[in-house]
Structures are given as C-alpha cells and as structure tokens.
C-alpha cells in the first residue's frame, strides 16, 4: 500500500497538494488487480463451467500480455532511469510489487484449475487427464501418438560448446531434461531442450474407443514429459521440467526516420518473438540450479521466475471449450435485436439517429451501410477508420467491392494495432490491390477512432451519413463486447466527421469543430473544462452530477480535476472496467467520488461521459478511455448523442443500469482494494448485463 493520506485541508486545499503521490493507485498494479476479478467468475458456481474454463484463460491470456507489455514498459523505464509516475513508485519498487502480485495471481490460477475447475469439469464429463491418472490403454495409445504424430517434428538439443542454448520463441511451450550417460560419439549427456513447434495441438483429444469418454483430454505438455526418454535412447533421463518464456512483445519503429512505416513494422515483426525476456514460468519441482541457468540465459533477474504447479501454457486449455459442443455447459445462446427495414437503411437514417447498444443489438446494421453503399450508385465516397477487423472480415470485402464498383475510397488502417500489426498489413494490402486509398495515419498518435462516412448524393445536394462507434469494426468482438454505435445523417456531426479524415488523410491543420471532441486537441481539455464546470455548478449551490464509463482512468489532470470537483461537492460515479489510478473515498478529497467496476459474461468496452450541467445534461460516447495515451497520443472521437430519447436510453441503460448491479460489480475502496457488491438485507439481485439480454 501507498504511504498515510494526510487530509487535512491545509495540505488539500490547492492544485499541489492534489499531486500528492498517495492520492494515486499504480496502472500496473492496477491492471493486474482487475485479472482476479475475472479470475473470481471462473470460481463463480453460478458460471456454468466451460465458461468458468473460458474466464480463467482469459485471465491467463491477459497475464500474458501484462508481461508482454505493461511490465516491459516498467523494466524499460527502470533501464533507462525514467521518474516515477503519479504514484511516486520507482520502476524498482514497481517491479518488484508486480511480481509478488502476480505470484498470488499465479498461485490462485493454478489452484482454481487443480483444485475447482479440473474436478468441476470431470464431474460434468469433461476429463482433462493428468500424466499420473492414465489407465494402461490410455498409455499405450498416447505412447503411439508420440512415436508417429509428435516425435517425427521434434528436434532436441544436446546443450554442449557445439551445441549453444537454442534460440526460445516466445510463449513457446520447451522442456529442459536432465541426462545421464553417454551419447552414439560419446558425448557425455547434461541437458538438453525440447521445444514443442507451433503446428503440434497443445491439446491432445482421446478416442472413445482408448478412453471410454466422449469428451476426454490430455495436455500436450504431459506426453512430452512422459515419453521424452524415447528421444534420448541409450541415455537415462533423471528429470524433465517444463518451461516457457515471455518476451517484450512492444514493438519500436522510429516513425519520424523510416520511409515506409509497413516495410519498417514487417522487418520488426519478423524478430518480435526473439526480443528481450521478461518473464521465466518453470515447473515447480525444477531443481534450483538448472533455474538459475535458465534465468542466467534469458539474463532474467530472480524476481522474474514463477513456479508454476501444472501446465506452463494453461490458458491453452480454452482449445476444450471450443472442442466441447454442451450448450448446457456454456451461457444460454440469444439472438440479438435487429433493425427493421435495413434494405433502405439510408432512408431510416435520413429520418433520425439510429442507438445501437451492441452485442444485444445486432452488428448488422453497420454491415448494411458499408454493403448498400458499395452498390449503391448514388454514393459517391466512403472514408472510414479500421483498427481491429477480425479474420476474412464482411467489412473489408464491401469495401473492395465498392472500389471495384467504382466509389471514391479511403480507409485509414492503423497498423501499430497491438497483435493486430500483421492482420492489419494484410488488410492493407489487400484494400490496395483493389484500388482502396489506404492512409497509415499520423506519425506518432495511432489511430483509435471508430469512424464511417458515406457521401451520397441526394437530388441536387449530397448529404453525408456517419457511423461512430465505442468498439471496433469487428463482427466478433460484437457479439462479445458491450459498445455502443451512432448511425446518423445530422449536417454538423457530418462535416466533423470530414474534418477528421482530411486531417488524417489530407494534412489539413486543426480546426474547431462543432459537436465532436477529438483528441489529441479538443478532447482533453473539453474533459476538464466540463468536471471544471460541475464544480463551478456545485459551489454556487446548484445540483452536479457526473457519471462516466470507462475502460481504464490514469491521466493526472483529469484526476486532478475529478479530485478538486469532488472537493466543491459534486457527485461522481465511474465506471471503470479495468484499471484505475484513482483512489476514492478520501476524506476531503473524493469521498464524493465512487469506483466500481464490472466483470460478467460481457466484456464491458463502452465509453460514456454524462454531465449534469444544471439541469441540461450532455452525454456523450467516445473511442477513448481516460488514460494518458488515449487522451494526448492516440486519434479519438468523443460524439454526442442529440436525440433526447437516445440520450435517455443511453443513460439508463449504459450508465444508471451499472449502477444498481449488485451481481457483478466491485467496489474500489479507498485503500486500493476491491470489494464484491453483494445484495444488502432485503435487496433484490440485479445484473445490469442480464437485465439488459432480458430486454433483447
């Protein structure tokens, strides 16, 4: 924890003292903070169990990246001798927290699959068998699976002078045996790696027939360490330990010296999975010193190991989820809402805003408005933004159509998509074969925004319909994520919109707009100029309000500003998904203010601000959450939601909804730690997420 908050008023009463560092939770600790929180659904018996399988992957997926990326950014500012954050924590101090933290999320990861989800899973007929558990037919038959399926791609490596430690992709799954004897030249045997290819199934799918089970399992990693004595015939094997490194996966391209930013991030993604180590996972019964020649060869500090008690790759057991067709054990399947009349879905649009609140709305609609203006001859130009599309997406091929079709087409592809780097110079390429304009977008602020723009023409005038959106142009994160989209006609949001792209594609300076912030211009600072006027609302005596729906909070003004609202006596909720470097609760500073986040079946991705404003409340939704990249480096699109009718609904649903759930909400306390929200004495249950499929 932080040091004491010292809350007096002399200490609290201006802007420095609103830095004080103990005012401050750590991103990093934060985040990590927010992957027990879905690994509590995966302990959650009310989950049916392949979806409890589902969150306690993911909770291992996101753990993945948080080493990939948040703790190489810290070891990075440790390396460099960056200053400590708002926080005041030095990388050290933050490295080391990290790594006590995430051993207690490690611990409870493996604890909740031995321990909970193994035996849930085995009792609902799903068996994922461990090495020990074999019957003999089972051992005859995986011993045959290894010999002619797994050991003809296998190429382990005697480590010796002519044989120097193999070079370890990352995430990779690698088995480091101990050997004793001599080898066909007379080599004396030591140690030797195994590493498993890529094209080898992590999980291995028994027949009926060998297991007696329709849905019985094994761990590729098991059979590996069970047989890897056929690989060393002649030698004794006296131990075989699995392990797997995590490497820095941020990729660096120098925006401002290279010519071609594609060719520049295809030549860095070629030796992304060989960048430097960050993160040693071993199995728990390795001796220590073949630990520290591990640890010595990745040039890993002690503080990057983590025992692990089971298999090093867990979250590759999602393959069963996928494998395993109960519907029983999984969420009951829903067929979201569609729009009626979508053939002439610009004729809906002409005659008022369209709310869709995804995935309880469908996607569709948005589909329909790029497929109808790809054939439409009225349409004149599409312009739209993509960041993440998804494999084989129906968007990117309406989009090819409408250039072969002969539409004015721009499509501004953000390359630096993290993970996406690769799919997305395939999207690019291949909107280019077709005669698309591909932009890369602006050196040094990727582009997040979540923009569409058709130019239609319409009697003697041409009339601009817009999408804008909280999610990506994604069909599958769709039906996962909660977002929310705008299709509108309105003039103003129209010639914003244009604005926007001709920055973007055309280099045209900044200019004030009329309904849209952006960032990294008007967002930021129309923020604190809206928390500064709930203030302003507050001190004369008026009513102030805010609410807001995030994904993750960390930039200091903005923090600052929410701190000195709270101060002059607004209320203000957040809704903050993940992290949060908030602290509220503190009294004289944010016991006004109130944290919660929620964790369910879907993943909340929706970012909403809504303002009081004495009466005349504005709400808007945006691409961005109130972190220091999203707000200053990043090109994001805040838009209002005009119609009264939509705001209400917007309101209610997306923000006031959240508000009373009392099944999947946690509190954030003033200590930094979460609470789980149960129903008080007397008090109904209420999921927000629930309640709002109740109504699809």
Known sequence: MNAAIDTSPDNLSDDDALRDPSLYLNRELSQLDFNFRVLAQALDPQVPVLERLRFLCISCTNLDEFFEIRAATVRHAQDFGLPPGADGMSPVVVLNKIHDRAAELVDAQYKCWNDVLRPALNEAGVRVFGRGRWSPRQTRWLRAYFRNEIMPVL????????????????????????????????RAGHLAIVRAPRSLSRIIHLPQRVSGGEHDFVLL?????????????????????????????????????????????????????????????IAHDCPKPIVRTLLQNFELPENAVYPIDGPVNLNRVIQVYDLVQRPELKYPVFTPRTLRDMDTIFEKAAEGDILLHHPFDAFTPVLELIKQAAIDPQVLAIKQTLYRTGKDSAIVEALVLAARNGKDVTVVVELRARFDEDANLGVADRLQEAGVQVVYGVVGYKTHAKMLLIVRREGKKLRRYVHLGTGNYHSGTARVYTDLGLITADPDIGNDVHQLFQQLSGLAPATKLKRLLQSPFTLHPGLIKKIEREASLAQAGKPARIIAKVNALNEPRVMRALYAASQAGVQIDLIVRGACTLRPGVPGVSDNIRVRSIVGRFLEHSRIYWFGNNGNPELYCA??????????????????????????????????????????????????????????EGEAPYSAQATLLSKV
Not at 223 to 242: R, W
Not at 243 to 271: H, I, M, Q, Y
Request: proline letters at 5%.
């Open 155 to 186: 190429s382990p490596l005697g480590l010796d002078p002519a044989h120097p430690f193999p070079k370890i992709l990352n995430k990779s799954l690698n088995i480091v045996v101990v050997l004793k004897g001599k080898d066909a030249f007379g």
């Open 221 to 281: 990693s098991s059979v590996l360490s069970a047989f890897v004595d056929d690989l060393f015939p002649g030698m004794e094997v006296k131990g075989s330990y699995q392990f797997r490194v995590t490497r820095n996966s941020e990729l660096v391209v120098d925006e401002e010296e290279v010519e071609n930013l594609a060719l520049a991030l295809r030549d860095e993604l070629v030796g992304r999975g060989y960048r430097p180590a960050v993160r040693l996972e």
């Open 623 to 680: 691409s961005a959450d109130w972190l220091e990249r999203n707000l200053l480096h990043r090109v994001e699109t805040c838009f209002p939601i005009l119609n009264r009718e939509l705001a209400r609904q917007v309101l209610e649903d997306g923000l006031q909804n959240y508000l009373a759930d009392n099944q999947n909400a946690w509190e954030l306390t003033s200590d930094g730690e979460y609470r789980k929200l149960v129903p008080a």
